[in-house]
């Protein structure tokens, strides 16, 4: 147990709704980071917030967005859902970013996979 | 570019090694992962490997960085049944992004 957890394991909508995924990052850990693992595009990084602020941005839609919450927790929300969305959606935190050191070492949670019919 | 890459499939017999070799580009990186994804189930952080190191042993698990070549390695000896998964190698950005190989399945034959 990474002590990252996710909310929730499984979801199943249809195309064109909105969806929101929770993360719960390990106690002390003040970054967040969302990822996408799907058959045709690997792992690919998402977007990152550290202490509240947005951090960096990878390869993520317009139609989704993401916040970290004050008490650190973070939600990814996903809208106007295609088919082509579903994967699995992982968060991962990490003490403190960009430091170069061992704390940049991020801990995953068991994820949230998304099925879109 | 930032760019990872594993082979993509390896079978060994229990008992015997296991090597997962990866190659990647960016020669910043502080930083070297590897995870573990057994099915249905999230990525396990199974190690990682400062740069300026060229070797890491924990337990079962050796950590071979050849930074000239930018090529990691990971040996498992005397693999298990329950070593089974897809192994993934990961470098972080100088953003603090993880950037991820295609992962490695290993199957273990008893």
């Known amino acids: 147990d990474s002590g990252v957890t996710q909310t929730p394991k499984h979801l199943i909508t249809a195309t064109g709704q909105r969806v929101t995924l929770r993360c719960s990052p390990r106690?002390?850990?003040?970054?967040v980071y969302w990822y996408q693992q799907s058959l045709d595009q690997g792992l690919q990084f998402l977007i990152q917030?550290?202490?509240?602020?947005?951090?960096a941005k990878g390869n993520i839609l317009e139609r989704f967005s993401a916040q970290q919450f004050p008490d650190l927790h973070s939600e990814l929300n996903l809208s106007s859902l295609e088919l082509g969305d579903s994967a699995l959606y992982f968060c991962a935190s990490s003490v403190d970013p960009q430091t170069g050191s061992s704390t940049d070492t991020q801990y995953f949670g068991p994820g949230t996979r998304l099925t879109v019919l | 570019g930032e760019d990872v890459e594993q082979s993509l499939f390896l079978s060994v017999r229990e008992g015997d090694s296991s090597v997962i070799n990866c190659t990647y580009t960016d020669s910043s990186s502080t930083y070297l992962y590897w995870y573990k994804q057994e099915p249905g189930a999230g990525l396990q952080l199974l190690t990682y490997i400062f740069s300026n190191m060229d070797m890491k042993q924990d337990q079962r698990l050796t950590v071979l960085l050849n930074k000239k070549d930018k090529h990691l390695s990971l040996r498992i000896a005397d693999t298990q049944t329950g070593d089974s998964a897809i192994y993934f190698c990961?470098?972080?950005?100088?953003?603090?992004?993880?950037?991820f190989g295609q992962g490695t399945t290993l199957q273990v034959k008893p």
């Open positions: 106690s002390g850990d003040l970054s």
């Open positions: 990961a470098e972080i950005s100088n953003t603090g992004k993880l950037i």
């Open positions: 917030y550290y202490n509240g602020e947005e951090r």
